[in-house]
Structures are given as structure tokens and as C-alpha cells.
């Protein structure tokens, strides 16, 4: 999806406005209506989130606030000023997607764009999870591009409650709040505390989640990986990521074991022989490091040559 850039309604009335202008319009939004035929045995039919702080929204900067809100639900205290050097874009009066998820890895958080369907949303918001989520409150061809947090929902009266602009727990019609998502492709965050774990994430899209987080924040990229592990033990991309988090920390041994593991139940993962060679050689176990090593060079692949590199190596100290 090409990102967007957001240009937000300053103040509630504006942003009131536009979804009354869409609620009298009587489309009907096809999630919603599939959602209310049959709506999933293992989704609460209401729920809202009590505790997330809101910030009121300054002119063009509901990113900044937005991603405030929901670290401070993830145990992160900072407020919105703190974050518009890294987040609010003054030549484009707005924040584009990626800022808003590099800006919550810094904060040690894992950033996690979720599915773009509603169930999917409402399922994180019905495990406790805000979910920052960007709308387009025009039409797209002058859009008002704007941040908000979904914190609630009540299926009775069809509704999603929203912090959003300067209105703290906004009711709108789901009906409304689906076009105006979906004019933004449906992208919604969640910026997640490490030992936490999204209700509705599979195991390489979280993975790919962690490692990004593993480039600013390797100590809270390895407790992500290590609360990943407890729901997806067998998966390869967080095995390795766990082992190379302990690593970058100076753990060998917790590195060995990561790695130990990953080869046990994907030995034809080279990198995991050779990650395992370099760990075990530092602890000064040549013998094994050589066996290891034998394993990725064997298996070959585009990393060739740093394994024999590594296997010079470890030769010339045995």
C-alpha cells in the first residue's frame, strides 16, 4: 500500500461532522454487515479498555498523541510534544506510517501492523490491546487523513469508541468508522510491551515485528522473542532471533542454547549451524564449533563464503 499522509481535523466538531455526513449517506459497510450476520463465537459482543490515558490532539498532530496513548497503555510514559521531533513531519503537516512505527520501537516497544479487517481489529481491542488506527474522514480525492485509538466497541448499539481529535471515548457508527478506514487501506498498529503478545498475530508476521525492534532495542527484542516463544516454540525466525538477542547481550550460553534448539528441530537451516559454530567457538569449544560449522557449509546457500570464513577460523585455533 502506497503510504498516506495524514492532514487531520483539528477539533472535534470537524471530525463529528464528517461522520455524521457519512452516517446520512445510509452506505452500508460490507465488514459490518458480515460481522452482524455472524459474528465469531470467540469475539465479545462489547468491551472497552479502561486506563488509556488520552492526549488532546494539536493542530496536525494526532500521530504524536495517538502513539503517546497507546505506549502509555504498554507501560511507556512519555507525552506527545516528546515525540513530534521524531513522528510529526512539518513540510507534510502530518506522520507517515512509518515514523509511527520506528517512533514506538524506540520507545522499546514492538510495533505490529495488524490485519486490515475489522474482526481482526476488534479482537485486539477485546484482548485489551488499543489499536492505533488511520482514517480518512473525506473523500479521497481531498482526503482528511487522521489518527486515532480504538479503545472499545458495543455490537447492540454497533458502535466503536474512539480517542480521536480532542474527544476523549468517541462514540461513532461502525458503519461510518469502516469507510473511513478502509479509504486508508485499513492500516491499524498496535505498539505492543515485550512480554505481550497480540491476540490475533501469526508467528512469522510477529517475528518480522521483533526484528525490527531487535535493531533499536536488542534487550526488549529478546524478551519479545521470548514471550513469542512460549505461544510458537517451533518457530525457526524466533529461535534464531533469540539466540542472536543473547548474543548481541554477551549471553553465550543462552546464545548455544537458542541455537542448539533451532537446529534440533530445523537442521537444514544453515545460518542456525552457523550462528551455533561462532557461540560455541567463543566459549572455546573448537571441537563442536567445527562440527557446526561443517553442517552450514554443507548446506550451503547465499552466506557461502562467510561460513567458510568462519570454518578458517575455528580452524586455526584447534
Known amino acids: 500500500m502506497k503510504l498516506a499522509v495524514f492532514a487531520p481535523a483539528s477539533c472535534p466538531r470537524a471530525i463529528a461532522s464528517a461522520a455524521l455526513v457519512l452516517a446520512l449517506a445510509g452506505c452500508a459497510a460490507p465488514q459490518v454487515v458480515s460481522l452482524q450476520q455472524q459474528w465469531p463465537q470467540t469475539l465479545a459482543p462489547a468491551a472497552r479498555i479502561d486506563g488509556v490515558p488520552f ?12 502513539l503517546a496513548m497507546i505506549a502509555a497503555a504498554a507501560g511507556v510514559q512519555v507525552q506527545p510534544e516528546q515525540l ?27 510495533t505490529h501492523r495488524i490485519r486490515p ?24 480525492f481531498a482526503p482528511v487523513w487522521h489518527y486515532a485509538v480504538a479503545i472499545g466497541f458495543d455490537r447492540g448499539s454497533n458502535t466503536i469508541l474512539l480517542h480521536s481529535g480532542r474527544t476523549e471515548k468517541m462514540e461513532m457508527s461502525l458503519h461510518a468508522f469502516e469507510r473511513t478506514w478502509e479509504r486508508s487501506g485499513r492500516w491499524a498498529m498496535l505498539a505492543m510491551a515485550p512480554d505481550r503478545l497480540p491476540a490475533g498475530a501469526d508467528a512469522s508476521a510477529y517475528a518480522a515485528s521483533i526484528a525490527a525492534l531487535e535493531r533499536s532495542s536488542p534487550a526488549a527484542a529478546r524478551k519479545a522473542y521470548a514471550a513469542a516463544l512460549n505461544r510458537w516454540p517451533a518457530d525457526p525466525v524466533l529461535q534464531l532471533g533469540a539466540g542472536n538477542t543473547a548474543y548481541a547481550q554477551g549471553d553465550l550460553r543462552s546464545a548455544v542454547q537458542a541455537y542448539r534448539k533451532l537446529v534440533a528441530t530445523h537442521p537444514g537451516i544453515a545460518d542456525g549451524w552457523n550462528n551455533l559454530a561462532q557461540a560455541l567457538l567463543e566459549q572455546g569449544q573448537s571441537r563442536e564449533a567445527m562440527a557446526a560449522i561443517g553442517k552450514a557449509v554443507a548446506l550451503g546457500g547465499p552466506r557461502l563464503d562467510s561460513y567458510r570464513q568462519l570454518q578458517q577460523q575455528i580452524q586455526a585455533k584447534r
Open 84 to 110: 513530534v521531533g521524531q513522528v510529526y513531519l512539518p513540510a507534510r503537516q502530518g506522520s507517515l506510517q512509518l515514523e509511527m512505527l520506528a517512533a514506538g520501537r524506540g520507545l522499546g516497544l514492538v
Open 55 to 66: 492526549y488532546p490532539q494539536d493542530d496536525y498532530q494526532c500521530g504524536p498523541a495517538a
Open 117 to 140: 479487517d475489522l474482526e481482526a481489529l476488534l479482537q485486539e481491542v477485546a484482548a485489551g490491546n488499543p489499536v492505533i488506527v488511520l482514517q480518512n474522514l473525506s473523500f479521497q
